[in-house]
C-alpha cells in the first residue's frame, strides 16, 4: 500500500508558526558555532531550495547549491566546507547512504555538517511522513556509524508554550515534541 507524503516544500509548509520557529533556533544554534565565522567557499543544502537556504547563505557568506536527486540512492556530487541536513534524514529510507554520501563531499580537516531532526515520539503523535524518528541513542549511533564526530548538539520545542496548552494532543506534544540539532565533523 503506498501512502501520500509531502513531496515539495509549498507555501503552507513555509507559513507555519513551527517551522519559523525551527529556523530561528536552527540559525541561533549556528551563530553559536565556533565554525560560523571561518571562510567558507561553498556549502550544500540537502533537500529544496527554501527561504532558509538564503538566510545559510548569509550566516555563512557563500552560495548554498541544493538537491533534486533521491537521497536514498543518489550519489552527491562536488565538494562543500559546510553541509546541512534539517529536517531530512526522517524522511529517508536509508539515511545512512545520505551520510556516507554527505561525509565523501565535505571538504577540509574543519569541514561541517549541521542536521535537525525530530527527537521520536509516540507512534500516536509521529507524522505520517517519517519513516525515521529516532531517539538522541539512535542518532548517535547512526552518526558514528557514519564516521561523523558529534561537536556539539542541542534539543529545542518547536511551537509557542500557549500552543501546549490547548488540548490534550498539544499537552503530549508538549511532553515529547523536541528538534535535535548537531553539528558533525569527520
Not at 549556528?30 to 531550495?49: A, E, M, P, Q, Y
Not at 555563512?60 to 533534486?68: K, V
Not at 509516540?122 to 531517539?135: I, V
Request: overall charge neutral; glycine content about 6%.
Amino acid at each position: 500500500m503506498q501512502g501520500t507524503f509531502r513531496t515539495v516544500i509549498d507555501g503552507q509548509y513555509l507559513t507555519e508558526r513551527a517551522h519559523t520557529i525551527r529556523w530561528q533556533h536552527t540559525i541561533d544554534f549556528i551563530r553559536r558555532s565556533s565554525f560560523s565565522g571561518t571562510l567558507t567557499v561553498k556549502g550544500l543544502d540537502l533537500g529544496d531550495r527554501t527561504p532558509f537556504t538564503a538566510s545559510l547563505e548569509q550566516l555563512f557568506g557563500c552560495t548554498f547549491d541544493n538537491t533534486t536527486a533521491d537521497l536514498d540512492v543518489a550519489s552527491l556530487e562536488g565538494s562543500f566546507d559546510v553541509v546541512t541536513a534539517f529536517e531530512v534524514l526522517e524522511h529517508l529510507y536509508n539515511p545512512l547512504h545520505a551520510l556516507f554520501e554527505v561525509r565523501r563531499i565535505l571538504h577540509g580537516k574543519d569541514a561541517r555538517l549541521y542536521l535537525s531532526m525530530p527527537l521520536r515520539k509516540p507512534a500516536s503523535l509521529a507524522s505520517p511522513d517519517h519513516f525515521h524518528e529516532m531517539s538522541r541513542q539512535s542518532a548517535l549511533a547512526l552518526f558514528h556509524r557514519a564516521g561523523f564526530r558529534i561537536v556539539r548538539s542541542e534539543e529545542f520545542r518547536i511551537r509557542p508554550l500557549l500552543f501546549y496548552l490547548t488540548g490534550l494532543k498539544p499537552l503530549l506534544r508538549g511532553l515529547f515534541e523536541k528538534v535535535q540539532i548537531y553539528e558533525l565533523t569527520v
